[in-house]
């Protein structure tokens, strides 16, 4: 008879698995700390070069990534604001039904967590996002960002890599099992 269970390491729920909210948490904290040193330091739109290919510019999003419906005339931001509670309540309850072994899932959920977390507080306390990194090359400039939105990607990484390389580690598990 074939062996049809689970290794127990991952089987295990994930003890714990709202320490991982300390994660979010300090992404809140940096990228609120770094978006208040850059409107406090920094002119509106007046780019500062710290590498050829790198700016400080002080920006103001109301839209989505890349600016996104940025010029519609505000409800977009509940919208935005919406979703993002959505997401956060949704990516929440995953993060409690984790297992024992999805310590990478873990860190990429509350990666994105904090991410929204942090343009959320912008959107619903000043109406649009903070954004201040600028990269740039032969008069190209990529959409200026912020700590959140690189959390956010980071998160987003590590969940498309979670889904493509986590049930190949799971199946090398049970196997060693």
């Known amino acids: ?40 330091l920094l002119g509106y739109a ?28 505000g409800w977009q931001r509940w919208l935005f604001a919406t979703i993002a509670v959505a997401a956060c309540i949704g990516l929440g309850v995953w993060l409690t039904r984790l297992k024992a072994d999805e310590k990478r899932l873990a ?17 619903v306390v000043h109406g649009y996002v903070v954004d201040f990194l600028s990269f740039h090359a032969a008069g190209w400039y990529y959409p200026a960002f912020n700590v ?19 049930d190949r580690r799971r199946r090398i598990q049970q196997a060693r099992h």
């Not at 510019?57 to 600016?67: D, E, K, M, Q, Y």
């Not at 860190?107 to 959107?123: K, M, S, T, V």
């Not at 959390?151 to 390389?165: C, H, K």
């Open 1 to 40: 008879m074939p062996d049809t269970a689970a290794s127990p390491a991952s089987a295990a729920p994930m003890r714990r698995p709202q320490r991982w909210l300390w994660l979010a948490l300090a992404v809140v904290v940096l990228d609120l700390a770094t978006k208040y040193a850059a409107s406090h």
């Open 46 to 73: 007046r780019p500062v070069e710290v590498l050829p290919f790198f700016n400080l510019t002080l920006l103001h999003n109301t839209g989505a990534a890349f600016s996104f419906l940025a010029s519609h005339p």
């Open 107 to 123: 860190c990429a959920l509350a990666l994105i967590i904090g991410g929204a977390l942090g343009n959320l507080y912008d959107r």
């Open 148 to 166: 959140a939105d690189i959390a956010i990607t980071l998160g987003a990484i590590g969940l498309i890599w979670e889904s493509v390389m986590g």
